[in-house]
């Protein structure tokens, strides 16, 4: 069972440069999430998504885009990155609200 | 909504019970969570509240208590295993809510 799978698992940039972190689950859930974990911060919620075509603001939205084009499909972008967003990012799926939420492995973003 | 895990680590020698820290404050009745995350990998789900029995039983033999009075949801193990060593995660959502909250985490050492 794949489950969530998020691609790149690593990836470093340049200040300035953008790129596109990919979040795909298989398991048909309508909600979906994207996080950024930093030492001692716990996990912060960027972005979420309550179905195919929407998206909203969470805590740290600053400096990110998302968008949801497909169901089993969330992706999300920073179009300037920043040192500030050296980060592990991780993606999570459910399928409601009440319903535990299950991760991806993450991926680990350096911005020099 | 917030979560508060006060202690960074907690230190246990193997076979002593295990109990991690979790206090919550949220409007009306809160959704609970406990999760783990081992190196380098994604949260996984141990258990939740909802609603119910104050004692909820979740994987590999951890178990949490909700106490509305004092606002906590401590995990628990009776007996802590060295593959227990891991950054747990308190988390919490308000009924109104599309989110979790995430405490900053507490790391686990068993000591063999």
């Known amino acids: 069972n794949a489950g969530v799978t998020q691609t790149p698992k690593f990836r470093v940039l340049k200040t300035g440069q953008s790129m596109t972190l990919l979040c795909a689950q298989d398991m048909n859930h309508e909600y979906m999430y994207w996080y950024r974990q930093d030492p001692g911060m716990g996990l912060r919620l960027i972005h979420y998504?309550?179905?195919?075509?929407?998206?909203a603001k969470g805590e740290v939205p600053d400096g990110y885009n998302v968008s949801r084009l497909k169901k089993q499909n969330f992706l999300l972008g920073l179009e300037s990155a920043a040192p500030s967003q050296t980060s592990v990012y991780f993606c999570a799926s459910s399928d409601h609200r009440e319903q535990p939420q299950h991760f991806g492995d993450g991926t680990r973003l350096s911005i020099l | 909504q917030s979560v508060a895990q006060p202690e960074d680590q907690v230190n246990v020698a193997e076979g002593n019970p295990l109990t991690v820290k979790c206090t919550y404050s949220v409007s009306g009745n809160p959704y609970l969570f406990w999760y783990v995350q081992y190196p380098n990998r994604g949260l996984q789900f141990l258990l939740k509240y909802i609603t119910g029995d104050n004692l909820v039983k979740g994987s590999y033999g951890f178990e949490a208590e909700f106490n509305k009075s004092q606002t906590s949801f401590h995990l628990k193990k009776p007996s802590a295993l060295v593959s227990d060593s891991a950054l747990y995660f308190c988390a919490v959502r308000d009924l109104a809510g599309n989110r979790l909250a995430f405490g900053k985490g507490n790391q686990v050492v068993v000591i063999p």
């Open positions: 998504s309550v179905g195919e075509g929407t998206t």
